[in-house]
């Protein structure tokens, strides 16, 4: 093991509709965590538009930098290295934090770390959890993404599943864009299906038969689609929050059936979830609850590092630092960059 240096990093994000910026010290410290959500931009046309997401990304990066930094109480010669997102993500959106970020490295003279996203996202789980360290296993659920990742060590990542088509949090948007929530869907639904009966209707459960890790969302969606519409057809009304609740439900079995029996069959002792999804409050409990019935420790971020955020990236680009991930000034973005890949 190298000897950890104090460092602080100042850290970028803006892979799809936050424009964040963070500092971080020693990877676990965040001293600041500025975001600045595009959500309400984007809620006009229901979903996120990339033009406009890059345009508004450029002109937030430099006030979103300037308040990260003097919330930190530090200045940029305070900062030892800058962490980025370079991909996966939107590509107009993600070339304006990569043009930022190498524009004060190369200003500075200072280190260049290049983040994948989801790297960002899982190591979001070591700022508020001192003691998590690999290996373990982490469920990344956004809405972009739905992987289950086994941690060997930092920065060193096998993936277990995925899924097939819609991530977790895409099938949460456009199941609530048909009941009407509105963007984006998956708070909405969370609060809704406090209200409704999770056994009111029965949704189908995808299972893989060649690979029990994969996950599939899209025959969910066009069940709940389905179901709309045959009620439409026939007159009847139906109520939202069942369906909000019977849908969540479906989500939520699959999401912990496979991660525990991936759990039990990499004899892991340490679960964590990530992404945006990680926030909700149904994965939560039924995660909990099927991580103690198994002796397993249970890890979660709060909400506001969940979500896209800049912190997070600042967590994995201390670890990529310390494991010697320098970029040089042809770092570019790649919408769809693999994990583990530099
Ligand atoms: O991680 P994130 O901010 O962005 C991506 O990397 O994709 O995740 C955003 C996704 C959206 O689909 C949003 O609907 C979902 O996370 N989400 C939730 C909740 N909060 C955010 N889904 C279910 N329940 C929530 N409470
Ligand atoms: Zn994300």
Redesign the pocket.
């Known amino acids: 093991m190298k000897e950890i240096r104090d460092m602080n990093i100042l850290a970028i994000e803006s ?4 424009t964040a910026a963070a500092v971080v010290h020693n990877g676990r410290e965040v001293c600041s965590n500025i975001i600045s959500s595009q959500i309400e931009l984007h809620k006009l046309y229901g979903g996120v538009v990339p033009e406009i997401a890059s345009r508004k990304h450029i002109e937030k990066i430099n006030q979103v930098i300037e308040e990260a930094l003097r919330e930190a109480q530090v200045t940029l010669d305070d900062i030892d290295a800058v962490a980025v997102t370079y991909g996966p ?1 939107l590509v107009g959106a993600l070339l304006v934090g990569v043009a930022e970020a190498k524009a004060i490295a190369y200003a500075r003279h200072l280190p260049l770390i290049g983040v994948h ?2 790297e960002g ?1 899982i190591s979001a789980n070591y700022i508020e959890h001192p003691d998590l360290e690999p290996p373990f296993l982490c469920l990344v ?5 739905t992987h289950l990742v086994c941690v060997r060590d930092y920065g060193k990542y096998e993936i277990l599943g995925r899924t097939r088509d819609d ?4 099938a ?2 456009k199941v ?1 864009r048909a009941i009407g929530l509105g ?9 809704l299906a406090k209200e409704g009966d999770p056994d009111a209707i029965s949704f189908p459960r995808a299972h893989i038969a060649d690979a029990p890790f994969d996950f599939s969302f899209s025959g969910l969606k066009s069940a709940v689609l389905n179901y709309i519409n045959g009620c439409q057809m026939k007159g009847e009304t139906f109520r939202p929050a069942d369906v909000a609740a019977s849908f ?1 439900k479906a989500v939520v079995d699959v999401l912990v059936e496979h991660s525990m029996r991936a759990a039990e069959e990499y004899g892991m002792g340490r679960f964590a979830i ?10 939560r409990e039924s995660m909990k609850k099927a991580c103690e019935e198994r002796d397993l420790k249970f890890y979660h971020p709060s ?1 506001i590092f ?4 800049a912190a997070m990236i600042g967590a994995a680009g201390y670890y990529e630092y310390l494991a010697g991930t320098r970029h040089g000034w042809d770092l570019n973005a790649v919408p769809n960059l693999k994990l583990g890949e530099r």
């Not at 892979?15 to 936050?18: G, H, P, R, T, Y």
């Not at 990530?274 to 994965?283: E, F, I, P, R």
């Not at 969940?306 to 955020?309: G, V």
Request: charged letters at 20%.
């Open positions: 892979s799809c509709d936050e993500g996203h989801i996202h659920v956004s809405g972009g993404h991530a977790a949090g895409e949460y948007d609530a963007y984006p869907g998956g708070p909405k639904i969370d609060r969540q990530a992404g945006g999804v990680a926030s909700n409050s149904a994965l909400p969940c979500t896209d955020n």
